[in-house]
């Protein structure tokens, strides 16, 4: 078995085919001797579609944010286009999020291994030390998650009043602008960070939103407990 978390898995007794079809309606299982299912293909539909209702949503708010981006209203048909589809994108976007809560919100409540990942965070992240009790969701992965839920409520509500102005009073209406400026800095550093962490930061780590499945060995480092829960139970070498 490779014990290297930065290594590609090696092949194993089923056929790509095979695993992608146990990914597609299973998680948390062992799929041969080097892959575990991390999430099924729901989970990660969710996860994409909020991201391209996301980036949909930031290249119409820039054309209507500054006149510096303006030139971005051509690739939606002219500003106004730009201006209508905005609030059906960000739309597209907070029920996504909705979608993603009702799928994740039981696996990100606190546990007693956040605080042995909060205390290591720099060794951790220097691979200079492993963790024993992280599960399989670590206490920033649970943080940017609770920062997306209460993001997206923001601009939900924010953004029912930009949207309908003239039924709200003035102040509201300021108060509504200035929370939904901050909160798309906020999704900015935020989303640069979850890029990054997911991919230089922690190879492999792309894949489990791609294929679904993750090496033993990159589940072992980063969330040691998951991997022992999913190794010793729900095997599954064939569909």
């Given amino acids: ?20 079809a146990i990914a597609r309606e299973h998680e948390d299982v062992v799929v041969n001797d080097e892959l575990i299912v991390r999430h099924k293909a729901g989970v990660r539909l969710t996860h994409w579609t909020l991201a391209a209702f996301f980036f949909l949503a930031t290249l119409t708010g820039f054309v ?101 102005p003239t039924s709200f009073h003035w102040s509201l209406r300021l108060l509504a602008y200035w929370a939904h400026e901050i909160t798309f800095i906020g999704f900015v550093v935020g989303v640069i960070y979850h890029i990054y962490m997911s991919t230089a930061a922690m190879p492999g780590t792309l894949r489990a939103m791609t294929r679904g499945t993750v090496t033993r060995a990159w589940a072992r480092w980063h969330h040691p407990r998951w991997y022992r829960e999913v190794s010793g139970k729900n095997e599954r070498r064939g569909v």
């Fill in 1 to 20: 078995m490779n014990s290297n978390p930065l290594s590609p898995p090696a092949a194993g007794p089923l056929g790509q085919a095979e695993i992608a």
């Fill in 64 to 164: 209507i944010y500054t006149p510096y981006l303006s030139g971005l209203a051509g690739v939606f048909g002219g500003g106004a286009a730009a201006r209508f589809l905005h609030p059906w994108f960000s739309l597209g976007f907070v029920i996504s999020v909705a979608f993603l809560f009702v799928q994740w919100r039981a696996r990100m409540r606190g546990e007693p291994g956040d605080q042995e990942w909060r205390k290591n965070f720099g060794a951790y992240m220097r691979y200079e030390t492993e963790l024993k009790e992280v599960g399989k969701y670590n206490a920033g992965q649970k943080l940017f998650f609770w920062s997306v839920i209460i993001g997206a409520s923001a601009f939900l509500l924010s953004g029912v009043v930009m949207w309908f």
